[in-house]
């Protein structure tokens, strides 16, 4: 008679062979009864609704929201293709928003289809479907990211005037991807849609695309419509750092930070300027590195101790010759600390002696900072040396968040964006902030991002005489709010607040 393990282990075995096409998101009679039961009551499967399961872990627990979200577009795909086989797609606003690559999973998401009936299935962790029956045309339709959209024109043509100011960054982002106006004139002149061709001439007026809106105008005009152009971005700050034809998440990283930077210049106390006593600003850098060391690793959930960083500190933790120093997660990560650390003093001494600006230095040395991080992982044999190459490429997902951070073939495109923001930069507070938020927002390596994005902050901090500034562990949660706060709702106020305060903290301590 088989023994509960090796029944567990058959179990395991077809839901194996299900996921090795990538798949999270089964039916559930994908599976017989025993073996669906078997892997629902050790934690392998967990229901999604009736019929439908997701692949999951037992030491996943059960408020985590993880394998939900990395799994929902893949779920949306599945039912809807299921319900309503090819005959459905995403409303027009969610369409606009993966167009501009706004990856954060929203609370409801509408389907559009002819087969809907205005019903509202409840998801997971307050998620849910929403399926309006609306008459959808082929020609204005196309896939993005597994599901299927509308396309920019049609969308733009379709989303009401309250969406321009409810996602203004979105919606520029999404206009600016346009190469040519003709396609969604065409559609407007088709639907006779004057209303709607004076709010796109406005919007597109409003971007700095004065071309576009002059051809609408006249197109309708020769036409024989009376167009009122309006501006339904009214009140929105303009967004003039996209330029046409940019890459999604490049204009979008110009968007944000554009859109943001004010806020974080008023908040953010005025930056005392370079050090004129640069070796008491390293050796105040030198002696916070035990509390940042602590804090830092903390945040990330390494159990760190005061003992433990000193041993790597003064050299004695030796992972060759040491076997529980090898096998130990924790002290790798801290030497691993250790060591980035003294590659960033380095950029900082750099920084502050006025000798390079500090987002041309940290675009190439914030690759060093990562290698350091995690090279004695590499030497204790526990992770391959490809993982010191570089970005990541493949996708991750952020423990109880909304953010979905982007594609990995989009990462390069983002941090080269994102430096070139840094470098054209001429607030420190802004390049700190700003550049801190969107590291962790493209999230480029598979691991180590959050203390990369913490090495920059300081690194930017230094470039305006500020002092080196911890996160501490107590305060992660509003932390962790503010980024999320940042992410998700595009409003950086409550994480430049936090950020501000801990800097104004640090520099009452430096004296």
């Known amino acids: 008679m088989a023994k509960p393990h090796e029944k567990l282990a058959e179990s395991l075995a077809i839901l194996k062979d299900l996921q090795e096409a990538g798949r999270r998101i089964f039916k559930s009679y994908e599976l017989t009864r025993i073996h669906r039961e078997r892997l629902l009551q050790n934690g392998f499967l967990r229901a999604v609704i009736k019929g439908w399961l997701m692949s999951t872990g037992p030491q996943t627990q059960e408020h985590d929201t993880t394998p939900w979200y990395s799994s929902f577009w893949e779920f949306c795909s599945l039912y809807c293709n299921d319900r309503f086989g090819k005959d459905w797609f995403l409303s027009p606003e969610q369409s606009l928003l993966l167009h501009a ?35 959808v045309m082929p020609d204005e339709l ?15 043509i379709r989303v009401p005037e309250g969406f321009f100011q409810r996602a203004p960054i979105e919606m520029q982002v999404a206009m600016a991807s346009l190469r040519d106006v003709s396609t969604v004139l065409g559609l407007l002149l088709d639907g006779g849609h004057s ?17 576009f809106a002059d051809e609408i105008v006249a197109a ?13 971005f009214a009140g929105q700050a303009r ?4 330029a046409a034809g940019l890459p999604p998440l490049v204009a979008r990283l110009r968007a944000i930070w554009e859109s943001q930077r004010a806020a974080v210049i008023e908040i953010f106390p005025k930056a005392p300027g370079l050090p004129s006593d640069r070796a008491a600003y390293m050796k105040f850098v030198e002696d916070i590195y035990e509390s940042d060391a602590y804090h830092s690793l903390s945040i990330e959930g390494y159990s760190v101790t005061p003992e433990l960083i000193d041993r790597v500190r003064e050299g004695s933790w030796n992972p060759q010759i040491d076997e529980e120093d090898r096998k130990s997660r924790d002290a790798l990560a801290a030497r691993g600390y250790y060591l980035a650390f003294q590659k960033v003093k380095e950029s900082v001494a750099a920084i502050i002696s006025g000798g390079e600006p500090g987002g041309a230095l940290t675009r190439d040395t914030h690759r060093e900072w990562y290698r350091e991080l995690f090279a004695p992982s590499v030497t204790a044999g526990i992770l391959r040396a490809s993982a010191l190459a570089g970005y990541r490429n493949h996708p991750v997902y952020l423990r109880s968040s909304q953010h979905v951070p982007p594609r990995a073939e989009t990462a390069a495109d983002g941090m080269n964006a994102l430096f070139d923001l840094l470098e054209g930069e001429n607030e420190s507070s802004v390049r700190a902030v700003l550049g801190h938020w969107l590291v962790g927002y493209v999230h480029p390596y598979p691991d180590g991002n959050g203390r990369i994005a913490r090495f920059l902050m300081n690194a930017m901090l230094a470039s305006g005489g500020y002092p080196w500034t911890v996160v501490r562990v107590d305060d992660r949660k509003a932390y962790l709010a503010g980024l999320e706060e940042a992410s998700v709702k595009m409003d950086v106020r409550p994480f430049a607040q936090f950020l501000s305060d801990r800097v104004t903290w640090s520099s009452a301590r430096a004296g």
Request: glycine fraction near 8%; hydrophobic fraction near 40%.
């Open 142 to 156: 196309t896939e993005k990211n597994g599901v299927r959209v509308y396309t920019v024109e049609a969308a733009l």
């Open 101 to 135: 690559e706004a990856t954060a999973i929203r609370p409801q998401v509408v389907v559009s289809t002819p087969r809907g009936t205005n019903n509202k299935v409840d998801l997971l962790f307050g998620t849910s479907l929403y399926d309006l029956k609306v008459k």
């Open 239 to 242: 967004v003039t750092a996209i």
């Open 220 to 232: 309708f005009e020769s036409a024989g419509y009376d167009v009122r152009e309006t501006d339904p």
């Open 195 to 211: 209303a709607v061709a004076g709010r796109l001439a406005g919007a597109f007026r409003h971007v700095g695309r004065d071309a």
